[in-house]
């Protein structure tokens, strides 16, 4: 049989255990990294905590390791679901166990398995280069409006020819910042550049703000990326994936928006996070927030800098998954 939960399938060594291979059990030898990680995962989301197994704390990678304590938790899992059964106490991941895990947990693909298949945070890395491509992008042209807006910059009157470099960053400011609204446009602007280079700097040192996870709630619910309030790591579930032909996953350009957003969450703390501000791109609400609220919009950095990029308002972002 194939296992269909999103964080059993796609494992070789998993899929010739439940076939009736070999079980999957405490080290020595050790077994399968990939596999035991699976399983540690799949134990924490039936609600089985693996504090010494998870080193990096609950929203971090676990070790890999089939010790003592995943295998004392194969075996409460084991004990809750065959009680009348000691025989199958045995804290392994065999058959019959791997079978009553997957039926238990939320269906869907994980990333394909084999060599050169990607975890999520490392299709992310990936997915970084077209962000950091964006974000070069707004930020030029965001030197460009802060030059017209400075004093003796010569901001434009009516009537008069704007060129096409400015007149596409101030459409985008518009758009996605409704500059027309701050108080003081200079000021707005370069807090604008702030966030950007923070997060640049975020997306610069990826490897140690992207993770995985496939235990939050926000995996199991099958958000692709989200950032935990106050914990300051960019977390990828199953669901962060390459575009499939029966349209699960996610485009190039969907998923390097989500890279590019997540981290305004993490250097705009707390109020990228405050619900007034994170509203969606494609809600009619976006074209109506001030300045004030869509300076801590993380899906308007990300609009903005495809925008100062493409030269048109594209939003590529989780509302076009083909992209």
């Known amino acids: 049989m194939a296992l269909e939960s999103a964080i059993l399938s796609g494992s070789p060594r998993l899929e010739q255990a439940v076939s009736g291979g070999s079980s999957v059990k405490k080290r020595p030898p050790d077994d399968d990294a990939d596999a035991v990680r699976r399983i540690q995962n799949a134990l924490v989301a039936l609600g089985i905590p ?10 971090g990678a676990p070790d890999g390791i089939f010790g003592d304590e995943t295998h004392k938790g194969l075996q409460k899992f084991q004990q809750q679901v065959f009680p009348s059964s000691p025989g199958e106490w045995d804290g392994r991941a065999g058959k019959k166990t791997l079978t009553e895990m997957d039926q238990r947990l939320p269906k869907g693909a994980a990333p394909p398995p084999g060599p050169q298949a990607l975890t999520m945070s490392a299709l992310a890395e990936h997915d970084k280069v077209t962000s950091l491509l964006w974000a ?45 609204t701050a108080a ?7 807090f604008i550049i702030g966030v950007y280079q923070k997060t640049v700097h975020v997306l610069g040192a990826s490897s140690q703000f992207f993770i995985d996870d496939t235990t939050s709630q926000e995996a199991l619910n099958g958000t692709p990326a989200h950032v935990p ?11 962060f994936r390459e575009r499939t032909a029966d349209a699960k996953g996610f485009g190039p350009k969907c998923r390097a928006a989500m890279v590019l957003h997540e981290p305004v969450h993490i250097v705009d703390h707390p109020q990228a996070s405050n619900a007034d501000n994170h509203i969606h791109e494609n809600s009619a609400e976006y074209a109506t927030k001030p300045a004030k609220n869509q300076i801590h919009n993380a899906h308007s950095y990300a609009c903005f800098a495809q925008h100062c990029f493409f030269g048109s308002d594209t ?6 998954p083909d992209q």
């Open 50 to 59: 693996l504090p010494k197994s998870f080193p990096n704390g609950p929203g």
């Open 136 to 180: 070069g992008a707004a930020l030029r042209s965001l030197a460009t409006a802060r030059l017209h807006f400075s004093p003796g910059g010569g901001a434009s009157r009516p009537g008069q020819v704007v060129p096409p470099p400015l007149r596409i960053v101030l459409q985008a400011l518009e758009t996605h910042f409704r500059l027309s």
């Open 184 to 190: 003081n446009k200079l000021a707005t602007i370069d």
């Open 229 to 239: 309030f106050g914990k300051g790591k960019v977390n990828f579930t199953p669901a």
């Open 315 to 320: 939003r590529f972002g989780i509302g076009k």
